[in-house]
Structures are given as structure tokens and as C-alpha cells.
């Protein structure tokens, strides 16, 4: 059954309002994939705060550009496909799509959008590798760290020392 002018224009509304508040979006290739295999997907972006939703490319297209998002026409590669929008970690969605696509040889990762931008696939894989926020923040503060806990060590070598030396003159004595 076709889809009616006005359902089109409401999802492409909806996608247009889905793109401006997403921090990252990742292009994926479901083609092949069994209907178990992409609600596991589905479940495993869901429980992330990110949404998968499977999209016609011309509305995609359409909404890309009332978004203000420049795509290339091969950015979607010509083909239904399905958009991860991480609407709270811009990472989450690469991650988790990256991870699949380890798992599933049949679902890939094709391209995505970053900060408005369009990016490539070898980008996401790339973006997927990255550490998460609190790991990112752990090494920050370690980093920040490190200094101030050189000096204490630094400055409490010299009262060890000192205490080494008189302990050796008591043991003389």
C-alpha cells in the first residue's frame, strides 16, 4: 500500500525535528538482516537512548536538506537504509552499530552525520573507537592529577630520606 502525500510530509517533519536535535547520526545497511535480528539491534540502541528508525532515501534526502544537512548523493548509497539518532551520546550510536557489524556480517555501516556534518564510514568505525565520556573524564582527571601527586612524592622522599639518615646514625650509635 503507497503512503499518502501527507503521511510523507509528516514524516519527514519528523525526521527534519529528529535531525536538528540529534547529536550524531549513523547511516547503517539492514538489507538481509531477519526482523529478530534488527529489533536485537533496535533493543540494544533503545536501552542507549538511541533511536533506529528504517527510512525511505528520498525522504531522507528531502529532510536532510530542510535540516540544513549537505549529503552527498551517495551518502545514503541509493538503497533503503536505516538512521541511528543519538539524541543524548554522540558516540553511542556508532558504537553500538560498530559492534554489530562485528557480530552480523550483514548489517554495515555506511556513513553518518556529526555536528551537522556529513561524515563517512571509516569516520563512525573511528568515532566507535573512541572511549566512553566517563573514561575520557577518568584519564582527564588523572592526567590533571599527575603533577601534584609527582610533587607530594617528590616532597616526601626527602623526609624519608631524612628519616633514613638518622635512623642509620641511631643504628651507629
Request: glycine share 6%.
Amino acid at each position: 500500500m503507497a503512503i499518502t502525500r501527507q503521511k510523507k510530509e509528516e514524516l519527514v517533519a519528523s525526521l527534519v525535528s529528529k535531525l536538528k536535535s540529534a547529536k550524531s547520526v549513523v547511516f547503517t545497511d539492514y538489507r538481509g538482516l531477519t526482523v529478530e535480528e534488527l529489533d536485537e539491534v533496535r533493543n540494544k540502541l533503545r536501552a542507549e537512548g538511541v533511536e533506529l528508525k528504517v527510512v525511505k532515501n528520498t525522504l531522507f534526502q528531502i529532510a536532510s536538506k530542510e535540516a540544513g544537512i549537505e549529503l552527498s548523493k551517495d551518502a545514503t548509497h541509493n538503497h533503503p537504509f536505516a538512521v541511528a539518532f543519538g539524541m543524548e551520546d554522540e558516540v553511542a550510536p556508532a558504537k553500538i552499530a560498530f559492534e554489530y557489524s562485528k557480530k552480523n556480517d550483514k548489517f554495515a555501516i555506511v556513513g553518518g552525520v556529526l555536528e551537522g556534518k556529513e561524515i563517512s564510514d571509516i569516520m563512525v568505525k573511528s568515532l566507535a573507537s573512541l572511549p566512553s565520556r566517563e573514561q575520557l573524564l577518568g584519564q582527564l582527571v588523572g592526567t590533571i592529577a599527575a603533577p601534584m601527586s609527582g610533587m607530594v612524592n617528590v616532597l616526601a622522599g626527602n623526609i624519608r630520606g631524612l628519616v633514613n639518615v638518622l635512623n642509620a646514625v641511631a643504628e651507629q650509635k
